[in-house]
């Protein structure tokens, strides 16, 4: 099982087409499930890409445009079904958790597990939710209504034991945690031994960027990178730039000049416009600008540690 992985449940846009469903994205860490936004048929595409439901714990919500929600109601409803008790968080503006406690009251009744909101600002940088491994903090985006992006990044990790130099200095294994997270060992006799001698460094710490809808923002850079992924909206081609710019999206081509800004290591294409019929056109218009493009599809599993 991969430490760090995204599932792509659905990459079209407001419009479904037979090609795509609306939006949702699931990020698989540590055998733990978060969701990012929640389309129509989200609960059939996380069936077929087999993950397991009672793992899922938090929903991200990015805005309240219908085609990244209006699979809410059914997902809550089939966790009611499983009847396996727990929590379920969402992430979302006060306006959100509003509207959607009122749509759960009405079509999902007595569910035998608790929804909790996490009520997030559009405006400002936030954490949106934080664990011993993990921590997931927003950045304000600019779409037609509050917009907020999702970077997930994980916390260092520990340093690796030499267990050679622990048994050659006679290290307890009671303090083996202490040095993998860079303590130095003081032996009976008072020596000191450094931590550089009894470890080596740490495997490096993985992160996603999940920039939904938005107009390209060269300015949010900093505040994204550096990132291992970044998924960046593609819902328009170059060729429509205007139209990008009025409904508040952006172009492949500027998709790839953000992954190239904040220093990511590979870009995932998405949130693709009905208009096009050949997805291959916005793979090759980003390449352009950041080779190290991959083209988005539902069902696409993408391993971090592969990148």
């Excluded at 759960?104 to 009520?119: E, M, S, T, V």
Aim: charged share 25%.
């Amino acid at each position: 099982m991969a430490d760090f992985m995204i599932h792509t449940l659905g990459c079209g846009s407001a419009k479904p087409t037979p090609r795509h469903n609306p939006s949702s994205t699931v990020v698989e860490f540590r055998n733990n499930l978060f969701m990012v936004d929640c389309g129509e048929g989200t609960q059939k595409a996380f069936q077929r890409q087999r993950l397991k439901i009672s793992r899922l714990g938090h929903i991200f919500l990015t805005h309240l445009h219908g085609d990244h929600v209006l699979g809410l109601p059914g997902l809550v409803s089939t966790l009611g079904l499983q009847d396996t008790g727990g929590s379920l968080t969402i992430h979302t503006f006060a306006e959100g958790a509003v509207i959607l406690k009122k749509i759960f009251d009405f079509f999902a009744r007595n569910l035998p597990y608790k929804i909790q909101f996490n009520i997030l600002s559009p405006w400002e940088e936030d954490i949106a939710f934080e664990n011993q491994s993990l921590r997931v903090r927003t950045v304000p985006l600019d779409h037609r209504v509050p917009t907020v992006g999702y970077i997930f990044e994980e916390k260092p990790r520990p340093r690796h034991l030499r267990r050679d130099m622990c048994d050659f200095h006679g290290v307890p294994v009671r303090c083996f945690n202490n040095i993998k997270e860079g303590a130095d060992y003081i032996k009976p006799d008072g020596t000191l031994i450094r931590n550089a001698m009894l470890t080596t460094p740490p495997d490096p710490s993985l992160s996603y960027a999940h920039i939904s809808d938005t107009i390209f923002l060269p300015e949010l850079a900093e505040e994204i990178g550096p990132v291992d992924l970044l998924f960046h909206e593609t819902t328009y081609l170059e060729r429509d730039a205007a139209l990008a710019a009025e409904y508040g999206h952006s172009t492949a081509r500027q998709a790839a000049e953000m992954a190239r800004l904040c220093g990511a290591k590979a870009l995932l294409t998405g949130h693709y416009s009905s208009r096009y019929a050949d997805d291959e056109e916005f793979v090759k218009e980003a390449s352009a600008i950041f080779p190290n493009t991959l083209l988005n599809h539902e069902g696409l599993r993408t391993d971090l540690l592969k990148l």
